[in-house]
C-alpha cells in the first residue's frame, strides 16, 4: 500500500481524500450518477393531413453517466400513431377511424356471402347505405337491375325482346329468366297448321287448316310436351321439357280434327278440339307426372284406337 504524506489530497472519483494525523479522511459526495434522457420531442408533422397517420419522435441524451452510474439504454426515436382529423367525405359517407369493414350491395343482396371490403380507416358509407362503385347508396337501389343499360326496379317482370323465349325477373339486384314456350319446331298433323298462341311471342299450336281438299279421316300418333297439351304450365321449364305421345283424329267428313282429352291433377283440361264427324274411338288412358315450382302435376291422356266419320260430339 502506498503511504500518503500528512496534509497530501487524493481525489476518489469526486471525493477529496485528506491524510490527517495518520487517517484518511474523504468528503461524502454522491459520484455515481445516471445517464438522463431528454423528453420525447415530434421531429415531424402527422404522415397525413387528415385521418390516422404515423409520426415520427425524438430524444436525445441530457447527461450522461458520472463514474460508475447507469448509462442510457434504448432507441433514440420513436413512431406513434397520429391523428389528423376526421377526413372530408361524399354524400352518405362518413369518417371511420377503425377497421370496421364497410357493407356493401352485394352484401345487402347476399347476407350469406360477405366479403371484406374497404376495412382501413377512411371515408365509409353511413349506417343504411351500401357502398355501389364509387358512390353510398340506400337497401332499395341495391336491389334494381341493369339490363342493358336500363334500371329495372325490383319485382318488376318481363319478356326478353327479339323472340328469346325468355320471361325475367329482377331479385336482389339480379336478373333471372326462365324459358318457356320454345317450341317453334312444334310439327302439326296433317290438316293442321302452327300459329302463334295468342298473347305470346314464342308459343305456338296446332290448329285447323281451312280444307283445301278432302282429306281421310284418319288416326296419328304425335310426340309433344306437355306443355304444349296443357297451356296452365307454359311457364314451367319441366313441363316444357316432358314429352308425352297423343292420339290425333284428322281429316274430312268434311275436314276436322280431334285430340284426344287431356286432364291435369284429375281434372280435364280445356278440350282442344273442334266439332268434327271425323272422331276417336276411345281405348286406354296413359300418364305423366311432371314437377313444377315443387308441386307434382299427373298428366293422363286418352289415347285413341282408331278414328271414323261419325256424327259431331259422337263416342
Known sequence: MKEIPAGFVVQVKCNNCTCINGV???TEKQCDKPCEWSNWAPSGPCSVTCGKGKRTYKRVVDKPAEYDG???????????????????????????????????CKDHNNPTGQVATNCQPTCKCKDGFFREGEKCVNGTTCEVCKVNGTVIQPGHTWTKPDGMCQVCNCKLGKESCNEVCNNNTLSCATGERKVLVPGTS????????????CVACKLTQQTLSVADLAPALFGCPEAQKARVTVSRCAGSCPAGREVADVWIDGVMNAPSKT??????????KTSETVTCNGTKHKIQIQQYSGCSCKPCGGK
Open 24 to 26: 484518511i479522511s474523504c
Open 70 to 104: 447507469e448509462k442510457c439504454t434504448g432507441k433514440d426515436t420513436l413512431v406513434k400513431e397520429c391523428n389528423a382529423g376526421p377526413c372530408p367525405c361524399e354524400e352518405n359517407e362518413e369518417y371511420d377511424d377503425s377497421n370496421k369493414c364497410e357493407a356493401t
Open 202 to 213: 314464342c308459343c305456338f299450336r296446332c290448329e285447323n287448316e281451312p280444307p283445301k281438299k
Open 275 to 284: 266439332c268434327s264427324c271425323c272422331s276417336g274411338d276411345k281405348s286406354t
